[in-house]
């Protein structure tokens, strides 16, 4: 149980178009999710909090306007990275609080702006 | 913000050799995450930890939430090959939900 389900896997799009990620939980319901971004031999860097209903808590220099965070629903929260450009180019990963499950993650999605 | 001192960065060790790693705090944590990823794959979660003191195993695996809830350790018995990966602690602090990150171990293991 507790999985997320992260789409898509792998996108890769040209400088200035707008690439949409998303996460759903499949089997059981998500009032917060949280994204993140990972670049090579990093660690997971938390962009912002989405919370089911109102507007997402973005960190500290993460640009909202850029990267616009959709939950609108308790099982599907969304990601859009407009105007990409290459510097965008990352490992985007969501994930989900479960109750005495810890945090669960999805897959992740590898974005490559061209 | 907050950031967890994870050790070692990396190890190369010998198939069959135990492997321990630990992170620490200055400050208390209320939660300790023990996570696994793979080359393009999202963390999977191998031990969850809630109370100061708690050990806890999952198969060859066992971790523990320090008694000063500063820090917290996992051990890796007999390794297999396909133990290699990263292991990243994390942790949650005060009332809030968002999950602090070591900075990872890189475990390789030689067959």
């Known amino acids: 149980g507790a999985v997320v389900s992260q789409h898509p896997s792998r996108v890769i799009c040209k400088s200035g178009t707008s690439v949409k990620i998303e996460c759903r939980s499949l089997?059981?319901?998500?009032?917060?999710m949280f994204w993140y971004r990972q670049f090579p031999k990093q660690s997971l860097m938390l962009m912002a909090t989405?919370?089911?209903?109102?507007?997402?808590?973005?960190e500290q220099g993460v640009e909202k306007d850029k990267f616009l965070i959709n939950h609108a629903s308790l099982t599907l929260s969304t990601l859009t990275v407009t105007s990409a450009h290459p510097e965008d180019s990352s490992f985007y990963i969501c994930?989900?609080?479960?109750?005495?499950?810890?945090?669960?993650f999805g897959s992740g999605t590898r974005l490559t702006v061209v | 913000g907050q950031q967890l001192n994870q050790s070692p960065q990396s190890m190369f060790i010998q198939e069959g050799e135990d492997v321990s790693m630990n992170c620490t705090s200055s400050?208390?944590?209320?939660?300790w995450l023990w996570y696994k990823q793979e080359p393009g794959e999202g963390p999977v979660l191998l031990i969850a930890?809630?109370?100061?003191?708690e050990l806890t195993s999952n198969g060859r695996l066992t971790a523990q939430f320090g008694i000063t809830r500063k820090d917290s350790f996992l051990n890796i018995s007999a390794s297999i090959p396909s133990d290699v990966g990263i292991y990243f602690c994390?942790?949650?602090?005060?009332?809030?939900?968002?999950?602090?990150f070591g900075k990872g171990t890189k475990l390789t293991v030689n067959p």
């Open positions: 994930s989900a609080r479960v109750l005495r499950h810890g945090y669960t």
């Open positions: 930890l809630y109370k100061a003191g």
């Open positions: 989405s919370n089911e209903g109102s507007k997402a808590t973005y």
């Open positions: 994390a942790g949650t602090q005060g009332g809030s939900e968002k999950l602090v």
């Open positions: 400050s208390i944590f209320n939660t």
């Open positions: 089997d059981f319901q998500a009032t917060t």
